[in-house]
């Protein structure tokens, strides 16, 4: 099973900073195969990046995905207010498609 | 639109089952696998499986192996996920989503979730 351990665990940012969250995973990944969502409380998790670095439908262009093999970052450019919330990758290059534990980013 | 309803919220004793739908409309249902991730109270998210629509093909996490089944009916665009031997631990949000980009992984669309309690 492949696991992925994204850190930091929180981050504490203001808005208009520049956000980086990693994703390492315990095996070589590919480009090909890992996404990233974004979770606020009591909703649903939105698909971000797929890919590693392909933004999903409707993403704004602040949000960027890099990386490859086992070390993966999303980075956010200039944050927004309605970008604090809970960030998760997953991987599908093996089953079970694990998920890293999350990244909360919080307003500092 | 893209749409995934899934079923409404169950209260279940342990060592009972659950069955959760989830019904898809605004695209082609055979067209993308479906997979179901849980997410426990204050918790991440864990992948369960998925199913292929087209074909009934399954691949299930191997930790749910041997107590979950997942099916679906093409007729009225439903999938469903079925959870035995439930345990307190099974509480949880239990989500459906759809594969939207094949050969990358990626859920594009979510069904709003079942909340599963399990408690005696």
């Known amino acids: 099973e492949i696991v992925l351990t994204q850190s930091p665990g929180t981050l504490s940012l203001s808005p208009g900073e520049r956000a980086t969250l990693s994703c390492r995973a315990s095996q070589s990944v590919s480009s090909t195969y890992l996404a990233w969502y974004q979770q606020k409380p009591g909703q649903t998790p939105r698909l971000l990046i797929y890919?590693?670095?392909s933004r999903a439908t409707g993403i704004p262009d602040r949000f960027s995905g890099s990386g490859s093999g086992a070390d993966f970052t999303l980075t956010i450019s200039r944050l927004e207010p309605e970008d604090f919330a809970v960030y998760y990758c997953q991987q599908f290059r093996s089953s079970p498609y694990t998920f890293g534990q999350g990244t909360k980013l919080q307003i500092k | 639109q893209v749409q995934l309803v899934q079923s409404g919220a169950e209260v279940k004793k342990p060592g009972a089952s659950v069955k959760v739908s989830c019904k898809a409309s605004g695209y082609t249902f055979t067209g993308y696998y479906i997979h179901w991730v849980r997410q426990a109270p204050g918790q991440g998210l864990e992948w369960m499986g998925w199913?292929?629509?087209?074909?009934?093909?399954?691949n299930y996490a191997q930790k749910f192996q041997g107590g979950v089944t997942m099916t679906r009916d093409t007729s009225i665009s439903t999938a469903y996920m079925e959870l035995s031997r439930l345990t307190s631990d099974d509480t949880a949000v239990y989500y459906c989503?759809?594969?939207?980009?094949?050969?990358?992984?990626?859920?594009?669309?979510w069904g709003q979730g079942t909340l599963v309690t399990v408690s005696s």
């Open positions: 890919g590693a670095s």
């Open positions: 199913i292929n629509p087209n074909s009934g093909g399954t």
């Open positions: 989503a759809r594969d939207g980009h094949p050969g990358h992984g990626g859920y594009d669309y």
